[in-house]
């Protein structure tokens, strides 16, 4: 065989491959429901896509600094100090192709072969892999829906061993839309402390949260924990940015500089030109954000109003990001045509197939019982989409 023992381990992204294939069903002319997408399905806002054109005017496309032009570090240290209470120098900052790279970076800085990564599940579908990718172990910590998903620190202490090397947490969360609070951040930072570990804490979806919930940054809970954290943040989700790639990520000196020294041996840069729309993006009017936060809020209303009436399946109200995430099990069991429904997949294909609606599959983000819906879809889809799965549902016998 060729291909080596990593690439081996690991599979295309999941959620990718799902919306791929709506598209595709699109394509053909299918009329497709596509609740798979990843990303808002807002327009980059002018005053971004302005900067970028006026870079490419001025000529600003050559290399830049590897880890990011100053101009964006000294934006993305006065977004810490302004939203999170977070003060970081500039060599504590790198800028990367998106937050993905620099989840990639940190994990290839920090792991070694055998660590141990422990991964609240369900989970964002990369960390496990990327971990695989650097020869660690994934450790998934069961999250339970009646906690609303926020890892137990029983749970979390039992998993520890002396392998143990990181933590990833995600809030909110990509899949489950749920927000920890801070009573519980500040349980699982004093673990994390007891036991020497780091924690990258993904915090993509910080500025969309709903019901008055506001985001906590673990890194802004004491020096102590900020010097265990890795912070990971990007552009793609509160800008409408996804395929601009700019992400970044902030913590101790030393991670930072090795996370460069990666970078600079791969990527080298993240593209001049979106580096300079980020700065527009972070330093100009922020009203866009709340546009968008508001059209999400309407639509999350409606969608998780709308599944809690359907027979069968029942969803917590997500307090952030643009994601539901209904409880299926109780569907599991029933038939269609001869045709069992047993677990995420199946009832993700029978709904794909049957009723021309995209979702993708709870087992994708570690948790069989659970279906994933993006509402970044016009209000408009999401009617049609949640009237044709009743349909479909109420047709299982
Ligand atoms: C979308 C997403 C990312 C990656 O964002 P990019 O900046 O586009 O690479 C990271 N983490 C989570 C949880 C996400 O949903």
Same mark, same amino acid.
């Given at each position: 065989?060729?291909?080596?023992?990593? !690439?081996?381990?690991?599979?295309?992204?999941?959620?990718?491959?799902?919306?791929?294939?709506?598209? #595709?069903?699109? #394509?053909?002319?299918?009329?497709?429901? =596509?609740?798979?997408?990843?990303?808002?399905?807002?327009?980059?806002?002018?005053?971004?896509?302005?900067?970028?054109?006026?870079?490419?005017?001025? +000529?600003?496309?050559?290399?830049?600094?590897?880890?990011?032009?100053?101009?964006?570090?000294?934006?993305?240290?006065?977004?810490?100090?302004?939203?999170?209470?977070?003060?970081?120098?500039?060599?504590?900052? &790198?800028?990367?192709?998106? !937050?993905?790279?620099?989840?990639?970076?940190?994990?290839?800085?920090?792991?070694?072969?055998?660590?141990?990564?422990?991964?609240?599940?369900?989970?964002?579908?990369?960390?496990?892999?990327?971990?695989?990718?650097?020869?660690?172990?994934?450790?998934?910590?069961?999250?339970?829906?009646?906690?609303?998903?926020?890892?137990?620190?029983? /749970?979390?202490?039992?998993?520890?061993?002396?392998?143990?090397?990181?933590?990833?947490?995600?809030?909110?969360?990509?899949?489950?839309?749920?927000?920890?609070?801070?009573?519980?951040?500040? +349980? &699982?930072?004093?673990?994390?402390?007891?036991?020497?570990?780091?924690?990258?804490?993904?915090?993509?979806?910080?500025?969309?949260?709903?019901?008055?919930?506001?985001?906590?940054?673990?890194?802004?809970?004491?020096?102590?924990?900020?010097?265990?954290?890795?912070?990971? =943040?990007?552009?793609?989700?509160?800008?409408?940015?996804?395929?601009?790639?700019?992400?970044?990520?902030?913590?101790?000196?030393?991670?930072?500089?090795?996370?460069?020294?990666?970078?600079?041996?791969?990527?080298?840069?993240?593209?001049?030109?979106?580096?300079?729309?980020?700065?527009?993006?972070?330093?100009?009017?922020?009203?866009? &954000?709340?546009?968008?936060?508001?059209?999400?809020?309407?639509?999350?209303?409606?969608?998780?109003?709308?599944?809690?009436?359907?027979?069968?399946?029942?969803?917590?109200?997500?307090?952030?990001?643009?994601?539901?995430?209904?409880?299926?099990?109780?569907?599991?069991?029933?038939?269609?045509?001869?045709?069992? &429904?047993? /677990?995420?997949?199946?009832?993700?294909?029978?709904?794909?197939?049957?009723?021309?609606?995209?979702?993708?599959?709870?087992? #994708?983000?570690?948790?069989?019982?659970?279906?994933?819906?993006?509402? !970044?879809?016009?209000?408009?889809?999401?009617?049609? +989409?949640?009237?044709?799965?009743?349909?479909?549902?109420?047709?299982?016998?």
């Amino acid at each position: 065989m060729i291909l080596s023992n990593r !690439a081996q381990k690991i599979k295309p992204s999941p959620t990718l491959a799902i919306d791929a294939k709506a598209k #595709a069903m699109k #394509a053909q002319g299918i009329d497709v429901v =596509n609740f798979g997408v990843g990303e808002p399905d807002f327009d980059t806002p002018e005053n971004i896509k302005e900067a970028a054109i006026k870079a490419i005017k001025e +000529g600003f496309t050559k290399y830049t600094p590897v880890g990011g032009i100053d101009a964006l570090k000294d934006a993305v240290i006065d977004k810490f100090k302004k939203d999170n209470g977070l003060d970081y120098t500039r060599e504590e900052i &790198i800028i990367s192709c998106g !937050a993905k790279h620099s989840l990639y970076n940190i994990n290839q800085a920090i792991l070694s072969p055998g660590d141990e990564v422990l991964i609240p599940s369900p989970y964002w579908v990369s960390y496990p892999d990327q971990a695989l990718l650097n020869d660690a172990v994934p450790v998934f910590v069961k999250t339970y829906e009646k906690d609303s998903f926020m890892l137990r620190t029983e /749970s979390l202490k039992a998993h520890i061993t002396p392998k143990t090397k990181l933590l990833i947490l995600n809030s909110p969360s990509n899949p489950t839309g749920l927000t920890y609070d801070q009573k519980t951040l500040e +349980g &699982i930072a004093e673990i994390v402390l007891r036991n020497n570990m780091y924690i990258i804490s993904d915090e993509i979806y910080e500025k969309l949260t709903y019901d008055g919930v506001k985001h906590i940054s673990i890194a802004s809970l004491g020096k102590e924990i900020k010097q265990r954290t890795i912070v990971v =943040n990007g552009l793609s989700k509160s800008y409408a940015m996804t395929g601009w790639r700019i992400g970044y990520a902030a913590g101790p000196k030393d991670i930072i500089k090795a996370m460069t020294n990666i970078q600079s041996q791969s990527t080298s840069n993240p593209t001049s030109i979106a580096q300079k729309a980020a700065v527009e993006a972070l330093r100009g009017p922020q009203d866009f &954000i709340k546009t968008m936060l508001e059209e999400f809020d309407k639509r999350r209303k409606f969608l998780i109003d709308s599944l809690n009436k359907i027979n069968g399946l029942s969803c917590l109200t997500p307090t952030g990001a643009f994601y539901a995430f209904p409880n299926t099990s109780a569907l599991y069991g029933r038939y269609y045509n001869e045709k069992p &429904i047993n /677990s995420s997949s199946d009832l993700a294909m029978y709904l794909l197939e049957e009723a021309k609606v995209a979702l993708v599959h709870g087992a #994708a983000f570690g948790d069989d019982n659970y279906v994933r819906l993006s509402y !970044a879809t016009s209000i408009d889809m999401i009617k049609k +989409g949640v009237d044709r799965i009743a349909e479909a549902i109420q047709k299982l016998k």
